[in-house]
């Protein structure tokens, strides 16, 4: 019994002991310190994971874009690429020799029918006139004298006779020829634009020699300018005159130009398989200079009534089933569509098996690519501006 308790002082005094020395060391343990890193990587966590809530929350309503689907005509185009020439063109070449008086016009400057373009020097020309003239005056008196008191013959067959013999004889009837050519080369000295147009490679200047045949300039018309578009074999058949042109010009990127097709040529080249298929763009300013080239979109086959919605609307899932979002009450309602023709950038709804779309029911076109089903939406004009996502 003694040794039991004496075991038992023992025990206690252990049990003491160590909750002096557990109490020691709680005071004197060194503080804990928070990781700054781990503090800032919480924050941007934290910042995380409410933005994906955000985008992700079916009740926040999503900033989206939309558009109201149509009934009307698809055009399906053909594109092709072409290259501007000159509606009119032609190279002024001289009709007489000469020295170059004077050059009224500039490189690039508007001209108007029959003005004058480039003078030759007339004064070899003029004297020739006066001279030619002048031999003329000489024959038409001879001629007079030759033929002085015919008139009172009464046979009119001997009358015609002997005015013939004096025109001969006289030389009047050469004399008037040559007096008209002599007036015809002085004319020749004067270059005149044959259409209205503006004027290019100018190649002479005053003082400079020219000879008969020599080239001096070129007028060429740019309004309306034409655009020589190679399409297919295969693809003109869709085209007829007078349908829609739209042209994109490298020169000019961020602008289309409208035009229309003037003229298909019905001969196929055999080696590039092409037609030739002209088209007509308004081109006042001259922007659109001869030998731009450029991509052309031109309008092919028709096809009316057709429910049409932006290509932009349509979405694919893993299964390759397309589909789009409705707008319905102010949420994104997922429709199952069939698709059937498209262009550029509208697309086709074909009424079958699958859910319908309605002219007039608003799609969404931009913002909605990663939105659920039955999500809240709200209409912008920028989902991206707006804090949303864009499509793609």
Avoid: C
């Avoid at 015919?150 to 046979?155: C, F, G, R, V």
């Avoid at 015809?184 to 400079?208: C, H, I, W, Y």
């Avoid at 779309?357 to 931009?366: I, R, S, T």
Wanted: no cysteine; hydrophobic share 40%.
């Amino acid at each position: 019994m003694a040794q039991s308790r004496s075991t038992l002082g023992v025990l206690t005094v252990i049990i003491v002991l160590g909750g002096l020395a557990g109490g020691v060391w709680w005071r004197l343990r060194p503080e804990p310190q928070e990781d700054a890193d781990t503090s800032e990587l919480s924050e941007e966590a934290g910042e995380v994971v409410q933005s994906v809530t955000e985008q992700f929350n079916t009740e926040l309503p999503q900033p989206v874009t939309g558009v109201a689907a149509v009934q009307d005509t698809l055009w399906i185009s053909v594109t092709a690429k072409g290259r501007a020439e000159a509606f009119r063109e032609t190279r002024l070449t001289a009709r007489a020799a000469g020295i170059v008086a004077s050059v009224p016009v500039r490189e690039n400057r508007s001209v108007s029918t029959g003005q004058l373009m480039m003078q030759i020097d007339t004064t070899e020309y003029a004297l020739e006139v006066s001279a030619r003239f002048a031999a003329l005056q000489k024959a038409e008196a001879d001629y007079q004298v030759r033929v002085l008191g015919d008139d009172e013959l009464e046979d009119p067959e001997v009358r015609a006779q002997r005015d013939r013999l004096a025109r001969a004889i006289t030389g009047l009837d050469e004399a008037e020829v040559a007096h008209r050519r002599a007036v015809l080369d002085l004319e020749k000295t004067s270059v005149r634009a044959p259409f209205g147009g503006r004027v290019a490679n100018l190649m002479v200047v005053p003082g400079q020699f020219v000879r008969e045949g020599d080239e001096l300039l070129t007028v060429v018309d740019l309004d309306p300018i034409k655009v020589a578009v190679q399409v297919l074999g295969t693809e003109v058949v869709y085209l007829d005159e007078g349908r829609a042109a739209a042209l994109n010009f490298t020169a000019f990127p961020d602008r289309t130009f409208t035009g229309r097709i003037e003229t298909i040529n019905p001969v196929i080249d055999p080696e590039s398989n092409t037609a030739r298929v002209t088209v007509h763009i308004d081109n006042p300013q001259g922007r659109i200079k001869p030998g731009m080239y450029a991509e052309a979109d031109l309008e092919a086959q028709q096809f009316p009534d057709r429910i049409l919605v932006p290509r932009t609307a349509i979405l694919e899932t893993s299964d390759r089933r397309t589909h789009l979002f409705v707008l319905e009450d102010g949420r994104a309602k997922w429709r199952y569509v069939t698709t059937g023709l498209e262009n550029d950038l509208l697309v086709e709804l074909i009424e079958g098996d699958e859910e319908w779309v309605a002219p007039g029911e608003v799609v969404l076109v931009d913002g909605h690519y990663y939105l659920p089903h039955d999500a809240a939406v709200e209409l912008v004009e920028s989902p991206t501006a707006a804090g949303g996502r864009p499509t793609r």
